[in-house]
Nanobody, 127 residues
Framework: HVQLVESGGGSVQAGESLRLSCTAS????????VAWFRQAPGGEREAVAV???????TYADSVNGRFSASKDNAKNTLYLQMNSLKPEDTAMYYC??????????????????????WGRGTQVTVS
């Protein structure tokens, strides 16, 4: 089992940046696939960025070029650097993980594969 705790959310102005963190226990590297999702009020949950077992990252079109996901296995932490934030980025952001092989990024992004472990989320508000 993997436990995930997100942090780093907050309220910012459009155009500003935020960095979210997701700390995993016991170890991040044991979960082959890690990802960031978001859900806006009244909206459906959508995948934002997926990092597979080899570190290959896949992004949603809506954030590609503005968001960057990375993981530090030594710190058991997944990050989401969010730049040039827009009001439409306002949502609860969740970290998720599961024991999956490499190459599943697009399938997770499309919702064809559902990850089994989830954090409780951190709120991001852009005005």
């Amino acid at each position: 089992h993997v436990q995930l705790v997100e942090s780093g959310g907050g309220s910012v102005q459009a155009g500003e940046s935020l960095r979210l963190s997701c700390t995993a226990s016991p170890y991040l590297y044991t979960a082959g696939c890690v990802a960031w999702f978001r859900q806006a009020p009244g909206g459906e949950r959508e995948a934002v960025a997926v990092v597979d077992a080899e570190g290959s990252t896949t992004y949603a079109d809506s954030v590609n070029g503005r968001f960057s996901a990375s993981k530090d296995n030594a710190k058991n932490t997944l990050y989401l650097q969010m730049n040039s934030l827009k009001p439409e980025d306002t949502a609860m952001y969740y970290c998720a993980a599961d024991y999956l092989p490499r190459g599943v990024g697009r399938a997770v992004l499309a919702g064809d594969i559902v990850l089994g472990y989830w954090g409780r989320g951190t709120q991001v508000t852009v005005s």
